[in-house]
């Protein structure tokens, strides 16, 4: 007998142009028979195009050895949406009935530009004195952010002081300050010494991950080297 449609998934529903998707089905069959070959319908901007396939490639990662197709996007525009299907065949050859049409979304990749600033709203390396400012702008323009996430990292290992006077050690890759903004336009964050406690002469990774509408992300890093300006002072005092 024919078997019933096949269940089927993709390595991922939201694309980046150029990105390899792999579509997979496992054949469903009500004789017990083997898939022997199978009908692949792939519809872009309104036209569609079948593909037999006899020998279904497998894939070797898993153990119930789906039926995998692999179809690459290099070429598309960004925008492009990819419907396709599938049915497959047993020891009898006859088609089954069509898997539901499942649905790919193809875009350009996210991306993110990172500005760490000074009071005057110059790029700075390196940092004599606060606030600072931390800008980044969500793109393509395509697309939109829905949400930004900031980690600030040590680069050193010193000893410092926390809130209440207790010592307490810094290490090599330690976060030390991290928040997320829900925010959907550029992110504006202004960094003062309330919001942060950094070290002299210590450097520090500043990363920012966006996150886009389409489910796409990225990150941006900037280095900062602390470089205060010291200051010595004597106290005046009677009792």
């Known amino acids: 007998s024919k078997p019933a449609s096949p269940t089927t998934w993709s390595s991922t529903t939201t694309a980046i142009v150029g990105e390899e998707v792999i579509l997979y089905w496992v054949h469903n069959a009500e004789d017990g028979s083997n898939e022997s070959k199978a009908e692949l319908e792939i519809t872009m901007n309104g036209s569609s195009q079948t593909y037999t396939i006899d ?8 153990d119930d050895t789906n039926s995998v197709y692999k179809l690459s996007t290099s070429g598309y525009t960004e925008g ?23 649905k790919i979304d193809v875009y350009a990749p996210a991306t993110l530009e990172l500005h760490v ?12 004195s606060f606030p600072f400012y931390i800008i980044a702008i969500g793109g393509p323009s395509s697309q939109n952010p829905i949400s930004y996430y900031v ?6 290992t010193y000893e410092t002081i926390d809130e ?9 890759g330690d976060e030390v300050y991290s928040k997320f903004y829900d925010i959907s336009t550029e992110m504006l964050l202004e960094i003062t010494a309330g919001s942060i406690d950094l070290e002299n002469n ?38």
């Open 55 to 62: 020998n279904p490639e497998k894939d070797s990662d898993k």
């Open 80 to 102: 492009t949406t990819i419907l396709w299907k599938v049915r497959t065949a047993g020891i009898s050859g006859e088609f089954g009935e069509w898997s539901i049409q499942r």
């Open 202 to 239: 210590i450097t520090y990774t500043i990363t920012c991950m966006v996150t886009m509408d389409t489910g796409l992300s990225t990150q941006q890093s900037k280095e900062l080297k602390i470089a205060w300006v010291d200051q010595d002072y004597e106290p005046n005092a009677e009792i």
């Open 151 to 156: 980690t600030i990292i040590s680069n050193g």
């Open 117 to 128: 600033t000074n009071n005057n709203g110059n790029d700075i390396s390196s940092l004599t």
């Open 164 to 172: 209440i006077g207790n010592v307490k050690i810094i290490s090599e």
